[in-house]
């Protein structure tokens, strides 16, 4: 598949530009040394063969050269994650915007759980004359807090989202 990804990047995603697999002839250039393959081994024969075989890539008019096909195309883009805009995406029942608002809401809600311990905590152990010492254990304190507040609201948030599919 990196080899198709590398036909794929050579091609500039043109269907009729033929791409060269590379070799002695042109050290460094071609499609398989993008792909962190040697043009004359095995390997790299192996793949161009089952790239053909599974009709992503065809045998160009120029030697040792191959053109990406529609199929290679689709391929790449999903392996990349780069779909048609106008295809219906999979989307959970709950909107960007509300996962946003029920994360921002349960982190302020955790946040307060957590803090009061926190507080009573902080009045028992950190002496009334404070020193910069007590001051950085509190805000370190404090600041765990909210970073757990915020790591157990995200979970939650997406558990929640993940069930309305």
Do not use: N, W
Request: aromatic letters at 4%; one cysteine or more.
């Amino acid at each position: 598949m990196r080899l198709l990804g590398a036909f794929y990047d050579l091609s500039e995603e043109k269907l009729t530009e033929p791409v060269p697999i590379g070799g002695p002839e042109m050290p460094g250039q071609g499609a398989a040394p993008r792909a962190d393959l040697d043009p004359e081994s095995p390997e790299c024969d192996v793949a161009a063969r089952y790239l053909v075989e599974q009709g992503y890539i065809a045998p160009a008019d120029a030697a040792s050269g191959y053109v990406i096909t529609v199929a290679g195309l689709d391929r790449v883009r999903q392996m990349r994650g780069i779909g048609d805009p106008s295809a219906p995406r999979e989307r959970s029942g709950m909107s960007d915007k509300t996962q946003q608002r029920l994360l921002t809401l349960l982190s302020i809600v955790i946040s307060i759980g957590l803090s009061q311990p926190l507080t009573r905590f902080i009045g028992e152990k950190i002496p009334e004359r404070r020193g910069i010492k007590d001051d950085l254990t509190e805000a370190f304190l404090q600041g765990l807090v909210r970073a757990v507040a915020l790591v157990l609201a995200s979970v939650i948030v997406r558990a929640l989202a993940a069930s309305r599919r």
